[in-house]
């Protein structure tokens, strides 16, 4: 995967994350779509990354919500130097090309 294709497919995520706060807060129930979607993704990932970096994309997404949380705010993720990483999408692209996380 190029750094490109990587970055719409986060740029997509964020859209995703958008909209469904957006319709749960007007009261739209979106668990059953949410779910089938989130399902599809998955299978996506686990066949285009090693274990480890499927359990990466996954802090990546979900516990920073693609990047978007202030990286003060949220729990942060550092290498053995103590230098922050995968707080953006270059900087996580880049961890997954040094730790060879695509397949």
Not at 49 to 60: A, K, M, N, P, R
Not at 63 to 72: K, R
């Amino acid at each position: 995967m190029d750094l490109q294709s990587f970055k719409d497919i986060c740029d997509g995520y964020r859209l995703y994350f958008k909209q469904n706060d957006t319709l749960h807060k007007a009261g739209v129930d979106v668990a059953t779509y949410a779910e089938t979607y989130n399902e599809m993704l998955d299978l996506m990932w686990k066949s285009m990354l090693t274990v480890e970096g499927y359990d990466w994309i996954q802090w990546y997404l979900f516990e920073t919500l693609a990047g978007t949380i202030e990286w003060e705010a949220k729990v942060s993720a550092v290498d053995s130097k103590g230098k922050p990483i995968c707080f953006d999408d270059e900087s996580t692209y880049d961890f997954f090309i040094k730790q060879k996380y695509f397949k």
